[in-house]
Every structure is written in C-alpha cells, then in structure tokens.
C-alpha cells in the first residue's frame, strides 16, 4: 500500500504556471510508474502525463504537450507536474497516480491514487 499526498494548484490565470507536487509515503513505490491525471467538470478523467522510474522517459497527452513538465525525485519519492502556458480548457481536478508496475506506458491499470487537487484557469 501507498499513500500519495498532493500539494500545489490553485487559481491563475490565463497564460500563467502552476506547479503540482505529489509525495507518496514511505519508500515504497519510489521507482514504480507514476502519473498526473485529469478530470473536468462533467467529463471523464482523462490521461496528462507519466514518467519512467528514473525520470528519463515522459508521455504527455496531446493536449498538454509543450507546455507541461512531469518530473520525478525518488530520493524524496515526490513527483511534480509543472504546468506552463495554462489555458481556461486545463482547469480540472488534478490527480496524480502510482501502481505496483514499472510500466509507465500503460495508462489505464493505475491503482493508487491521490486526492486530487484544484486547477482553475480563468480567461
């Protein structure tokens, strides 16, 4: 078991950063896939990015290409999300997310979970 504690979000606007941090408790888990996911209002959560177990290798959704970064540090077992450039259409309840795989290219087997944290962007 894991617990993911998550800080950071909050209200900005349009054109502005974020920065989102998620730390898992323990040691566990420090090199396992990690995620930040995404959920709208009135829409399914949808996939932002993962990470590999050294930070070496990031996926990114379309959407959000180019303008955020996933980054990791498993000496703190903390991984972060920084969001540049935010848009009116990334406000959303953030979530970040591990599982007991390494596997950070399959996205829909997530286990762990965080309790997720508000973005909202305004125009």
């Known amino acids: 078991q894991v617990e993911l504690v998550q800080s950071g979000g909050g209200l900005v606007q349009a054109g502005g950063s974020l920065r989102l941090t998620c730390a898992a408790s323990?040691?566990?888990?420090?090199?396992?896939?990690k995620a930040w996911f995404r959920q709208a209002p009135g829409k399914v959560r949808e996939f932002v990015s993962s990470?590999?177990?050294?930070?070496?290798?990031?996926d990114y959704a379309d959407s959000v290409k180019g303008r955020f970064i996933m980054s990791r540090d498993n000496v703190k077992n903390t991984v972060f999300l920084q969001m540049n450039s935010l848009k009116p259409e990334d406000t959303a309840v953030y979530y970040c997310?591990?599982?007991?795989?390494?596997?950070?290219?399959?996205?829909?087997?997530?286990?762990?979970w965080g309790q997720g944290t508000q973005v909202t962007v305004s125009a």
């Open positions: 997310a591990t599982k007991k795989s390494m596997d950070w290219l399959i996205k829909d087997d997530y286990e762990y």
């Open positions: 323990g040691r566990a888990f420090s090199t396992n896939a």
């Open positions: 990470i590999n177990w050294n930070g070496g290798a990031t």
